[in-house]
């Protein structure tokens, strides 16, 4: 097979024989030299290269003296508009994280647009542990083998949120409450009148006790039963006013009950047993919450009712106060 090559001036191909008897291609000459005009003096004069070269050097055609191209720069412009961009990168940058900061620093509600609504606890003023008589361990100090509470019982009582109004039924006499107005909360003349005896038996102290009712309604009443040494104080817990999973008396309103397994276990305090119960429906024209609390030689009866429901959060914001005011 012949050798083939491109044919310049059909586009075809023929053998290499025949391309060598064909007369070779004029010379063609160089294209002529435009006449440059002189740039103007100044920094950012250009020939309109990009890579600073003048191409090849080409003859005279007589037009007049060949002006030699001005030197290239590189275009200040790019390097302006580079620089701009790093700096608004660095201010940019500087200001976001002055702004993740500042948010860190600031509480949610500060936030515009993270502010939330309240979850319905109540707001209680400053909450502080009365102070013990000299020389007195705390209720759970280890030299304190009766868990005794030697501060003022009456100053161990939860203080009323604030707006709520007070109950002046439950202020007693000089602080003290009678007992009668403690078993006033139970359902039947039986349950009041067993109840009653137990308390006599185990020689309760005194009772201490607070009561408010807050804007929306809800009813709250406090007792703190103080007796003479734990040991007493846990067994009137556990076997006259509390079982595994009801009260073992009822309170008025309330004669339906389960354990309120709702309750936050991290609301738990350390040395305080809690039991707590939420009336079921279908209930009356309110609900009933309550709590039993056993701290050392004192125990904390809470109740809380509502007309329609009890709220969960305030009951539970209670219970959990009350017992660290205990512990």
């Given at each position: 097979?012949?050798?083939?090559?491109?044919?310049?001036?059909?586009?075809?191909?023929?053998?290499a024989e025949e391309r060598a008897e064909l007369p070779p291609p004029p010379e063609v000459p160089p294209p002529a030299t435009v006449p440059v005009r002189s740039a103007p003096a100044g920094p950012d004069a250009t020939d309109g290269t990009?890579?600073?070269?003048?191409?090849?050097?080409?003859?005279?055609?007589?037009?007049?003296?060949?002006?030699?191209?001005?030197?290239?720069?590189?275009?200040?412009?790019?390097?302006?508009?580079?620089?701009?961009?790093?700096?608004?990168?660095?201010?940019?940058?500087?200001?976001?994280?002055?702004?993740?900061?500042?948010?860190?620093?600031?509480?949610?509600?500060?936030?515009?647009?993270?502010?939330?609504?309240?979850?319905?606890?109540?707001?209680?003023?400053?909450?502080?542990?009365?102070?013990?008589?000299?020389?007195?361990?705390?209720?759970?100090?280890?030299?304190?083998?009766?868990?005794?509470?030697?501060?003022?019982?009456?100053?161990?009582?939860?203080?009323?949120?604030?707006?709520?109004?007070?109950?002046?039924?439950?202020?007693?006499?000089?602080?003290?409450?009678?007992?009668?107005?403690?078993?006033?909360?139970?359902?039947?003349?039986?349950?009041?009148?067993?109840?009653?005896?137990?308390?006599?038996?185990?020689?309760?102290?005194?009772?201490?006790?607070?009561?408010?009712?807050?804007?929306?309604?809800?009813?709250?009443?406090?007792?703190?039963?103080?007796?003479?040494?734990?040991?007493?104080?846990?067994?009137?817990?556990?076997?006259?006013?509390?079982?595994?999973?009801?009260?073992?008396?009822?309170?008025?309103?309330?004669?339906?009950?389960?354990?309120?397994?709702?309750?936050?276990?991290?609301?738990?305090?350390?040395?305080?047993?809690?039991?707590?119960?939420?009336?079921?429906?279908?209930?009356?024209?309110?609900?009933?919450?309550?709590?039993?609390?056993?701290?050392?030689?004192?125990?904390?009866?809470?109740?809380?009712?509502?007309?329609?429901?009890?709220?969960?959060?305030?009951?539970?914001?209670?219970?959990?106060?009350?017992?660290?005011?205990?512990?």
């Amino acid at each position: 097979m012949s050798e083939l090559t491109d044919s310049a001036e059909t586009g075809t191909t023929a053998p290499a024989e025949e391309r060598a008897e064909l007369p070779p291609p004029p010379e063609v000459p160089p294209p002529a030299t435009v006449p440059v005009r002189s740039a103007p003096a100044g920094p950012d004069a250009t020939d309109g290269t990009t890579d600073g070269s003048t191409g090849p050097e080409a003859p005279s055609t007589g037009a007049g003296p060949e002006v030699p191209p001005a030197p290239v720069r590189k275009d200040r412009r790019v390097l302006r508009a580079v620089l701009r961009w790093t700096v608004a990168t660095v201010v940019f940058a500087a200001a976001g994280t002055s702004a993740a900061y500042g948010i860190t620093r600031m509480d949610r509600t500060d936030v515009p647009g993270l502010a939330t609504e309240t979850d319905g606890r109540w707001d209680y003023p400053t909450i502080s542990l009365p102070p013990l008589p000299s020389g007195s361990p705390r209720p759970f100090a280890e030299s304190n083998r009766g868990s005794t509470h030697y501060a003022d019982l009456r100053r161990l009582v939860l203080p009323a949120p604030n707006g709520a109004h007070a109950d002046p039924a439950l202020r007693g006499s000089d602080g003290w409450l009678a007992t009668k107005t403690f078993l006033a909360e139970y359902a039947t003349r039986d349950d009041r009148e067993t109840l009653g005896q137990q308390l006599t038996d185990y020689g309760l102290r005194h009772i201490a006790a607070r009561g408010w009712t807050t804007p929306d309604g809800t009813r709250t009443r406090i007792y703190l039963l103080q007796f003479g040494t734990a040991a007493v104080a846990d067994e009137v817990h556990s076997q006259g006013l509390t079982s595994y999973d009801a009260p073992a008396h009822a309170i008025r309103g309330a004669e339906q009950t389960k354990t309120d397994d709702a309750f936050p276990a991290h609301a738990t305090v350390d040395d305080v047993t809690r039991n707590t119960f939420v009336e079921t429906k279908p209930y009356g024209a309110e609900q009933v919450r309550e709590a039993y609390l056993s701290a050392g030689d004192t125990i904390a009866v809470i109740v809380q009712s509502r007309k329609g429901a009890a709220k969960a959060v305030p009951f539970q914001q209670t219970v959990a106060l009350q017992s660290q005011l205990l512990g």
